[in-house]
C-alpha cells in the first residue's frame, strides 16, 4: 500500500530558483492538501484541493502555485524560492465528506532549504 | 475563523506517571483528530473524535471530546518512554467550510526513565 508519496525528499535550492513538489495519492481520496510545518509552529495549510480541477487557498498560500489535474496528483509549485520558504512540506489526502470522518493520511514530508 | 490551542507545549514525564494534554479549539469544531509525529517523521493519525462525550482509547492513550467546554484531552496513563513523540490536536472546519484541518501548535512530550 503505497499510500500518499512524496517527491523529493530533501532538496536545497538557490534564491529565485523555482521547483515543483510531487505528491500522488492511491486511495482515492477526493480531498487533498499541502501543508508546511515550522519547528514550533505546527502545520500551515497553504492549500488544498476538494477533487480534480478545483484548488483553493489555505492560510498562506503566497509564493506557491498548485494544479490538480487528476484525482491522483497534486503538485505543489514554488516560483522564486526565497528562505522564508525553508520549511518541511506536507502533503496529505482525505476522503471527507458529511458521513465520513475526514481523517489525514500523510506523506512523508518533502524538507527543503532555500540558500 | 477557527483556532486551536494546546498546552502545554512541552512536557516532560517520567515513566509510570500520567497526564494529560490539553486541546481547546475557539468555534465549533465537527470534528477533532489526534495526530503524534516521530522526530523527522510523518504524522500519525491517533484518534478522530466525531460527537460530544466521545472517548477513544488505544494502549495507553485515551482521547475525549467535550464539545459545550471546546475542549478535547489526550490522557496518558503510565507512560512509557516509546511515548515520547510530538502530538497535535487539530478540528475541522468542515460544516462551515472547505473541510481543512486547523493544526494546534504540538505538545512535545519527553518521557525519561
Known amino acids: 500500500n503505497a499510500g500518499v508519496t512524496q517527491t523529493p525528499k530533501f532538496r536545497i535550492l538557490k534564491i529565485g530558483q523555482s521547483m515543483t513538489l510531487q505528491c500522488a495519492q492511491d486511495m482515492n481520496h477526493n480531498y487533498m492538501y499541502w501543508y508546511r510545518q515550522d519547528p514550533g509552529m505546527g502545520l500551515k495549510l497553504i492549500y488544498y484541493s476538494v477533487g480534480a480541477g478545483i484548488t483553493d487557498k489555505g492560510e498562506v498560500p503566497n509564493g506557491y502555485n498548485v494544479s490538480r489535474s487528476t484525482t491522483e496528483d497534486f503538485p505543489l509549485r514554488l516560483e522564486l524560492a526565497a528562505p522564508s520558504q525553508t520549511s518541511v512540506y506536507f502533503c496529505?489526502?482525505?476522503?471527507?465528506?458529511?458521513?465520513?470522518?475526514?481523517?489525514?493520511?500523510f506523506g512523508e514530508g518533502s524538507r527543503l532549504t532555500v540558500l | 475563523e477557527l483556532k486551536v490551542e494546546q498546552n502545554p507545549l512541552f512536557l516532560s514525564m517520567q515513566e509510570g506517571k500520567n497526564y494529560t494534554i490539553y486541546c481547546n479549539y475557539s468555534?465549533?469544531?465537527?470534528?477533532l483528530y489526534w495526530y503524534r509525529q516521530d522526530p523527522g517523521k510523518s504524522l500519525e493519525s491517533l484518534f478522530v473524535?466525531?460527537?460530544?462525550?466521545a472517548v477513544k482509547q488505544e494502549g495507553r492513550l485515551m482521547a475525549s471530546l467535550d464539545t459545550k467546554a471546546r475542549l478535547s484531552t489526550l490522557h496518558i496513563t503510565a507512560a512509557v518512554h516509546d511515548l515520547s513523540a510530538t502530538y497535535f490536536c487539530?478540528?475541522?472546519?468542515?460544516?462551515?467550510?472547505?473541510?481543512?484541518?486547523?493544526f494546534g501548535k504540538g505538545t512535545k512530550l519527553s518521557v525519561k526513565p
Open positions: 496529505a489526502s482525505s476522503y471527507t465528506s458529511g458521513s465520513t470522518t475526514g481523517e489525514l493520511f
Open positions: 473524535l466525531l460527537s460530544n462525550g
Open positions: 487539530a478540528g475541522s472546519n468542515y460544516g462551515g467550510s472547505q473541510g481543512n484541518l486547523i
Open positions: 468555534t465549533t469544531s465537527d470534528r
